[in-house]
């Protein structure tokens, strides 16, 4: 059983920046991937960014070139820095881990709690 908490939301000019950090309780190095995710209001949850264990990124297109994912191994935390942000990047960022069973044959996925972003001026 891994919980997530995220933090470093806040509230945040355009153009501004922001670094959100997400704390595993057990260790990260046991997910397959970890990764954010956010959801605007009135609008589905989606993937931003995602980390797998050997180091592969994944982005949203609307994210590449100004977020960047990582992770700290040794402190159980993974990272998301956000520059550039724009008005449309205001949601609530969650950190989601994704690990796979191979006694149960299944994925289990594990969320944190969220944390807001707001960008305006």
């Known amino acids: 059983q891994v919980q997530l908490v995220e933090s470093g939301g806040g509230l945040v000019q355009p153009g501004g920046s922001l670094r959100l950090s997400c704390a595993a309780s057990g260790s990260i190095l046991n997910l397959n991937a970890v990764g954010w995710h956010r959801q605007a209001p009135g609008k589905e949850r989606e993937l931003v960014a995602a980390?797998?264990?050997?180091?592969?990124?994944n982005y949203a297109d609307h994210v590449k070139g100004r977020f960047t994912v990582s992770r700290d191994n040794a402190k159980n935390t993974l990272y998301l820095q956000m520059n550039s942000l724009k008005p449309e990047d205001t949601a609530v960022y969650y950190c989601?881990?994704?690990?796979?069973?191979?006694?149960?044959?299944?994925?289990?996925?594990?969320w944190g709690q969220g944390t807001q972003v707001t960008v305006s001026s």
């Open positions: 989601k881990g994704d690990f796979y069973s191979v006694t149960a044959m299944r994925w289990f996925e594990y």
């Open positions: 980390i797998a264990s050997g180091g592969g990124t």
